[in-house]
Structures are given as structure tokens and as C-alpha cells.
């Protein structure tokens, strides 16, 4: 930002993450705008965007009604509006600490700023293609345009998945990160991609050449991309998984992130392949819960003995399975992760857990019946049973 730090607006711990469109960021944000709207009214911009509804708005819904307002502000020509944003990030981006490394995992406009250009196109370009689309390629290297590349997909699905492509092999790692971000079929917090969802085949060819970046953001969206498509098409991420393995450890591990969905399922080929074999010498014994009840705002605490029976090491991935009681009185199960390691032959390993059940927003708790169980290698030892109260 012009004339202070970057994070001076940044909220506290604990703060709503819609705070952040704070006042303090606004007097950076409309300083910056005056940059290329020569007649801004700094006073006037914000009136308009803190109107009678801003308490009221998350941060998504406040980042695009900022956009609206923006708009407002900027040229009435959509082209000219965008050679505007496009002169803005050069003014600016002298400002901002070094964001180009490599292996940097942020952007240097952050999420706050880049929201909003990121709405912009996404609002009011989808009928300009090939303006917006090189625009997309120079806001992406200062924030993620992920979210407004997806209608581009959804509306020209050939055209923009081709130049994803080309994007894949661009020399700014923001850039080639988009090229997988922006077609992850389960995007959190964007627009569904239904035809991906369906025939993941158009992604294939840009996480293959993705898969072996130098950018560690990058690869992990590669994995991330991959997790995504193993939800609606497994096999097709297991066949690559077999194709890909052993390429390099960058590699296996895109895999194994990729592969976690399959995991917690415990899907035998991807068990397989990562080295979690058969059970039959592994017991679970004296499987102990600390309390037959639990309350809301407390914890569940359970342990039990994990025996290798064996005379060979074992290779374990341990998880354990909550069965979360559901307002139809069904239960939905939650697998937990608690270690990957090698198990010494002939061992007993004594394992104690905690799980909180205090009150969250992206869980409703309902009282009755729940269940944990053990699970080694993805096989389900037996169920315990616990109320909630």
C-alpha cells in the first residue's frame, strides 16, 4: 500500500476475518485507487460502501458489494475499467515485500485486496473473454483469481480449459498455480464445476505437466486438485496414482495429499501402494472409553493397546471412526487420523485419544447415541458406544 505497511489493517486472533475490510484498510485501498481515478472522492467511496447493510454482510458478501462500488467509480467501458486495475497493480506492487519467490505460499496483495479485482472480472467481465482472460493472468500474479476464472470454465469449458493449459507451463508460479486452482472441481467457498466433476478427463493433462513445479504452493494444488477428483471419480486418481508413484518423493507426496480422501476410505489399492498392508497379525485389546457420557463442550477419551503379533515390523496408518448422531436419528461417520509409523514386531503400543465436542459452526451437535471405533491400515476394529448429553 502507498505511504504504510501492507498488514496494517490485518485483524486480531479471534476477530471476524469481514473485519478486515476495516477502516484502516480502506484509507490504504482509496489511496492506491486515486493512483489511477484521478477525481476519487476518498470520503464519498467509503460512504457508499459502509451503507445501512455493511454490519450486516459477511466477508464474501463485502468484498463484491466493495466491488459494485467500485465499479461505480471506475470507467464505464469494461475495457477501460480493466487497463485501469491493470496500471493500478503496477503503481503498487513496488510497495509490497517480495511475493514472486518460488516456494512463497501467499500472495502480495493478499486476500482482502485481491477479492475484490478477483470479483471484478468474475462480475462484469464473462462477456469479454479475451479481455478478461489476460487480465486474469496478470491479477493472478499478485492475488489468486481461482474463484473468478470458474464462470470462463462453466461458459467457454474448451476455450479456457486450453489456455489452463497453456497457463500450466507460464513462467510466474501464480500463474501455473491457477491453471490447477482454478479447475478443482470441489473449490471450497466457489461455484461448483458440474462437467468436471463428471469427466475430470480436460484436468489430467495440466496436473501432469504441474507435477513436477518447482513451487511448492504449486504442488500443493496439484494434490489438492487431485483429493477433488477422487471424490466423484476414485479410480481415475488410483490409476494415476500407480502411473505416478515412485517418480520422485515431490511426487509421492502430491500422491499421498492427493490420495486422502481414499485413505480415511480406506481404498485397498491406495493402501496398498503407500505401504499399509493386511491386518491379520494386528489386535486392538482392552479398548477402554473413560466415560459412558459425554457433554457438549467436553471430550470424549478413549484408549486401548495396539498389539503387532508379528515378527516383522508393520507399517500402520491409525485413524479412529466418530459416528456422529444426525437429526433423522442416522449416524454419520468421521474418520480421525492419529499416526502413521512403524509398529517394532512382537510390540504392544498403549494409544490414548481425546476428541473435543465443543460446539463449532461447521458441526450440529445432536444428543444420543454415538460410536467410536478403531482403525488400522483402513479395517474398522468394533464399535464402542457413548451418549452425548
Known amino acids: 500500500m502507498t505511504e504504510s505497511t501492507p498488514n496494517a ?75 485501469a486495475i491493470l496500471e493500478l497493480l503496477e503503481r503498487v506492487k513496488d510497495t509490497y515485500p517480495d511475493f514472486s519467490e518460488i516456494n512463497d505460499n501467499s500472495f502480495g496483495l493478499g486476500l482482502e485486496y485481491g477479492w475484490i479485482l478477483d470479483n471484478f472480472v468474475e462480475q462484469y467481465g464473462l462477456s469479454d473473454y479475451e479481455t478478461s482472460i ?27 480449459m486450453a489456455q489452463m493449459l497453456v497457463w500450466s507451463q507460464h513462467a510466474h508460479w501464480g500463474v501455473r498455480r491457477l491453471a490447477s486452482e482454478g479447475c478443482r472441481p470441489r473449490l471450497p467457498w466457489a461455484m461448483a464445476l458440474p462437467n468436471l466433476k463428471q469427466d475430470p478427463a480436460p484436468i489430467l493433462p495440466i496436473l501432469e505437466t504441474l507435477k513436477n513445479d518447482v513451487s511448492r504452493f504449486v ?72 466415560t459412558s457420557e459425554v457433554k457438549i463442550g467436553d471430550s470424549l477419551e478413549f484408549s486401548f493397546n495396539l498389539l503387532n503379533n508379528s515378527d516383522k515390523k508393520a507399517n500402520i496408518r491409525l485413524e479412529y471412526a466418530l459416528y456422529y448422531q444426525k437429526a433423522n436419528g442416522t449416524l454419520a461417520k468421521k474418520v480421525c487420523k492419529i499416526s502413521e509409523k512403524e509398529y517394532p514386531a512382537h510390540s504392544g503400543t498403549q494409544i490414548t485419544r481425546k476428541h473435543s465436542f465443543r460446539v463449532v459452526t461447521t458441526r450440529k451437535l445432536h444428543l444420543g447415541l454415538h460410536q467410536v471405533a478403531v482403525i488400522v491400515n483402513g479395517n474398522e476394529f468394533e464399535k464402542w458406544d457413548f451418549e452425548l448429553i
Not at 489476460?134 to 479456457?160: G, N
Not at 499421498?256 to 489386535?283: N, V, Y
Request: glycine share 4%; net charge positive; with cysteine.
Open 134 to 160: 489476460r487480465a486474469i493472468e496478470k491479477i493472478t500474479q499478485f492475488t489468486s483469481c481461482e474463484f473468478s476464472i470458474r464462470p470462463f470454465i462453466i461458459q467457454y469449458p474448451a476455450q479456457t
Open 219 to 290: 504442488r500443493l494444488s496439484v494434490a489438492n486438485n487431485l483429493n477433488d477428483i477422487a471424490k466423484d471419480n476414485p479410480q481415475q486418481v488410483i490409476e494415476l496414482a500407480k502411473k505416478w508413484h515412485g517418480a520422485s518423493k515431490e511426487i509421492n507426496w502430491i500422491l499421498k495429499h492427493g490420495s486422502r480422501t481414499l485413505l480415511k476410505q480406506g481404498q485397498p489399492e491406495i493402501m496398498a501402494l503407500f505401504g499399509f498392508g493386511d491386518t491379520r497379525h494386528i489386535s486392538v485389546e482392552n479398548f477402554s472409553l473413560a
Open 9 to 83: 489493517y490485518k485483524i486480531t486472533p479471534g476477530e471476524p476475518v469481514k473485519n478486515m475490510y476495516n477502516q484502516s484498510f480502506f484509507d490504504n485501498f482509496t489511496k492506491d485507487l486515486q493512483l489511477v481515478i484521478h477525481n476519487l472522492d476518498p470520503r464519498e467511496f467509503v460512504a457508499q460502501v459502509m451503507d445501512s447493510e455493511w454490519e450486516n454482510r459477511e466477508f464474501k458478501q463485502r468484498s463484491r458489494h466493495i466491488t459494485t462500488v467500485l465499479r461505480k467509480f471506475l470507467p464505464a467501458d469494461y475495457k477501460q475499467a480493466i487497463a
